[in-house]
């Protein structure tokens, strides 16, 4: 099955992966694996905005279970966090709050919208 879509890589596109790109970097040159940590962070965040904006207003174009199971998996990861460092618990913590978020915009849309119908 073949599906019919639109892709390209914009502008925004590079920014974030500069961005990536800068952690690196900022990475080897500091020998401060936090660094790239944050810089991974607020490219995937800033990543997430469309993704979040579609949800808001398609929730049903998005699965609630699996930014649920994103959630369940980064929770599990900081369960396992013995030594407690930014560079060790940062992006899973984050990934728990996207998921987390995520779930709760789609699920409360979808909730929304039904509701809308029936009236």
Avoid at 24 to 32: D, E, K, N, P
Avoid at 40 to 51: E, F, G, H
Avoid at 102 to 111: E, G, Q, T
């Amino acid at each position: 099955m073949r599906r019919q879509g639109a892709w390209g890589v914009s502008a925004f596109d590079l920014f974030c992966g500069a961005l990536s790109v800068a952690g690196l970097v900022a990475w080897a040159v500091t020998q401060r694996a936090s660094y790239a940590v944050l810089l991974a962070i607020a490219a995937d965040a800033l990543a997430s905005v469309p993704t979040f904006r579609k949800a808001w207003r398609n929730p049903a174009s998005e699965s609630w279970l699996n930014f649920g199971c994103l959630t369940f998996s980064a929770l599990i990861t900081l369960a396992t966090i013995t030594t407690w460092s930014l560079s060790r618990y940062a992006f899973a913590a984050y990934l728990a709050v996207l998921g987390l978020s995520m779930s709760a915009v789609i699920l409360l849309r979808n909730r929304r919208v039904s509701a809308g119908r029936q009236e």
